[in-house]
């Protein structure tokens, strides 16, 4: 047999974790690294947070699963404490991002049937952007190399330049539902939108009938100093997607919705098997029980500055490598000159220092977000030994 035992959709390393201590992880050959790509922004209180193993130890000898055909009081404790934090007055609970995103999609387009409008089914997209990977939110994604093998795409969908308004504008047409954007936009190199493109698109969407639809999978939760990005555009959405730091390393994502929003989403229209099961909720709540506090979003925020400040005097050794610094909280871009993989490659094989690359050049740090200053000097002595001893020209 020529194929190996997992399908081979993964370029996977030589690293190999075995087990989590805080802010980081240990190898199967006993190397500790530091891990400032957090599972992609998932694993947000870090590895081997007591608070969370226990409750998901506690929730697994007590109740796994049970159907959605029954009532679920820990799926109702969780969403209405996410209804108190947030714009949102309904939650339907999903295992990851992409089946947020879907439901998101599908709630917009529901609306507009409830309502009657059956000409508007198209959502605007942002180029660039990153939603997932089932057909819909590879559709919704313009990015040929996600595209690719998958075609037809399905309909639905039209591209607009990321944080062009104008361009928004001219796109709108009789077919429009919404608008599906990244407040930041994570995969496409950590780019966040400008205040005036958000609050341009929460107008047009107030004064069209349209839905505004928010893909905070990876930017929200905490991770930019904020429950939520839009918080910090002085906007509300009509739908909202969740994931990866919602469950802190344990399968959980959401959508969320205003009851306006939600109208055409009744009996039969969406479900999961295993979407809010009991030990899911568990976790949610655990994560939450850290994070849904003021004081945590002002700790993520003043750590995040102070991180920011060490790299923007840190590049300015390097001219030549790395560009400028960008992104808000613990979400934090370094946009390079060289190609970033084989940096990130470098940083892992020979200093012990996880990060992540994404678009338009970018070294992406998206750490646990209870880093602290030992942390911060920790990266700061890998990312300069790391820079010190990188050769562009031997892996040209």
Excluded: W
């Excluded at 199967?28 to 947070?49: Q, T």
């Excluded at 934090?85 to 295992?95: C, I, K, P, S």
């Excluded at 917009?108 to 997932?132: M, P």
């Excluded at 390097?318 to 992104?327: N, S």
Aim: net charge negative; proline share 5%; hydrophobic share 40%.
């Amino acid at each position: 047999m020529s194929i190996s035992p997992l399908m081979p959709v993964y370029p996977r390393t030589a690293f190999r974790p075995v087990r989590g201590d805080h802010c980081h992880l240990i190898g199967e050959d006993g190397k500790r690294y530091l891990d400032f790509a957090a599972g992609i922004a998932v694993n947000i209180l870090g590895h081997s947070h007591e608070g969370l193993i226990g409750a998901i130890q506690q929730q697994a000898a007590t109740l796994m699963h049970v159907s959605n055909l029954y009532g679920s009081p820990h799926q109702e404790q969780l969403a209405q404490r996410l209804v108190d934090l947030t714009f949102a007055d309904t939650v339907f609970f999903t295992n990851s991002g992409a089946e947020a995103v879907e439901c998101a999609i599908k709630t917009a387009r529901a609306y507009h049937q409830h309502v009657g409008n059956l000409d508007k089914f198209e959502l605007i997209t942002f180029r660039n952007a990153f939603h997932g990977r089932t057909m819909a939110t590879v559709s919704a994604s313009d990015q040929d190399k996600m595209h690719k093998g998958f075609l037809p795409l399905l309909p639905g969908f039209k591209y607009v330049d990321f944080d062009d308004l104008e361009g928004v504008k001219a796109a709108m047409g009789p077919n429009t539902a919404g608008f599906l954007v990244e407040p930041i936009q994570g995969e496409g190199g950590i780019k966040p939108a400008s205040d005036e493109f958000m609050k341009g698109l929460r107008q047009l969407a107030d004064d069209n009938d349209l839905m505004l639809v928010l893909d905070e999978v990876q930017c929200g939760y905490g991770r930019c100093g904020t429950f939520y990005a839009y918080e910090q555009y002085g906007i509300e959405p009509d739908v909202l997607a969740t994931a990866k730091g919602i469950g802190g390393g344990f399968p959980l994502g959401a959508c969320m919705a205003t009851e306006k929003a939600a109208r055409g989403m009744g009996f039969a229209t969406h479900g999961s098997t295993y979407g809010g099961n009991p030990l899911a909720m568990a976790a949610g709540e655990a994560v939450l029980d850290v994070v849904g506090h003021a004081s945590f979003f002002a700790q993520v925020r003043e750590t995040g500055e102070r991180l920011r400040s060490r790299l923007e005097q840190f590049i300015g050794n390097y001219p030549d490598m790395f560009e400028l610094v960008r992104g808000r909280g613990l979400m934090l871009g370094v946009k390079m000159k060289v190609e970033p993989r084989p940096f990130v490659a470098h940083l892992r094989d020979n200093h012990q220092l996880l990060t992540v690359s994404a678009g338009d050049h970018t070294l992406r740090l998206v750490p646990p977000l209870v880093i602290d200053e030992s942390h911060i000097d920790e990266f700061m002595d890998k990312l300069s030994a790391g820079a010190a001893s990188y050769s562009v020209v031997e892996v040209a």
